[in-house]
């Protein structure tokens, strides 16, 4: 089977882009043929993309919806890449939120073939926008969650009815790509308690982590607690600092920027892993007992496999709790951690281990379903109507430079003592 995926921008190291080079590598390994296009791909992706004999084509314009173009650069776009594509006869597509699948959607008209698209996060509003594209979806089993949560959260943003249509496909990892590589923390494993996270550091829970760790830290005297915290993004600084102002005799917070690929002694010397996406999963099957984060709350729902067994969500809110509860417990009751990395590790081979979900991606997109929505993609709501003026007038680096200029101004002026 021969598959197109239409990818967002690859260009930071994190959990949905290790996902897509994962998912190529391994259906090139089982004899697929595969082309990643993407409006941007960044080298260290591109040398694993090369290395591995995967095409790829990169154009920036695929970051933006295809409404925003003229009609004809919108139809020269297509056209260009229906050329470059057309090597082979391809199957299917496999497309992400939120342009790369209006563009993958007008693409899969031209070719006839089925555009699949998977969801790779919940967050947003685009369900709302493109209710009509993905309702179509949902209802032909076309539109794939990442977690057995993800379809019914963007159903109901969409105010639809989800019926026998919950299909998810757990994001696999390998194991195998976390190696010893003589890394080294001074740890006092007799006296210290290490906690780890590892996360893109714009993520909000990392804050409250910081915090709870460190109110653990004044009610336990002993073990001496270590958190530390692997990666780097907009809040690096942020978090320093506050993690400056919480360190003490009973606490030290170590940042190691960002780690790839990630060393196995990292996990040989944490006690409690504390995160949410793909790291979860590699914990798991390291071993790790594996704490989760619920992305909307920034509080966790309990153990990966114990209490949970996606990413982190609940569609039971009263279950989630507070980072130290969890902390708390573990340390007063240290023989549930055994337990909690034997239940993290099976969780981890019965429904994330890499050959059970190929299975499973191979069942789903077996059936040829030519359902096309090519009226839906052209569908915006009044903000991106504006933001489509906006890019007619200044063009895509004009746009792109207000748009960034914008997100920026908009977390510096939040409130200081919220500028997670």
Sequence with gaps: MNIVIFSNELEVVGGAEDYIIRKVITLIKNNYKVIVIAPAINDFYKKILIYNDIPFIINEKLGVSPKYLWKKDRRNLLNQIEKEISFCKWDCIESHQVYPMLWAELISVRLKIP?????????????????????????NKMLIGCNSMTIPIVAKKMGATIDDNN????????????KNQNYTIDIDKENEFVITTIARLDKYYVRYLIEEIAQVSRTESKPRLVLIIVGSGFYETEFKKLAQKHESENLRVIFTGTLKPLPK????????????????????????????VDPFSNKSPGFFGEHTSNFAFTDDTSKLKNFSHYIMDVLKNENKLQSYSEIAFKCFQSQFENEAVLKKYKQIISENKNIFCEKNVYSISLVEQLQSVLYKLVGFSGYMKVKKYLIIKKRMLLNRDNWY
């Design 115 to 139: 555009n699949y698209i998977y969801l790779l996060s919940e967050a947003g509003n685009y369900p709302v926008y493109y209710k009509k594209l993905l309702n179509t979806k949902l209802n």
């Design 167 to 178: 299909v998810f496909l757990n994001i696999s990892v390998f194991p195998d790509e976390i």
């Design 265 to 292: 002694e990292l996990f040989q010397i944490t006690n409690l892993y504390i995160g949410m996406g793909t790291t979860v999963v590699l914990s798991a099957a390291m071993k790790c007992p594996t704490l989760t």
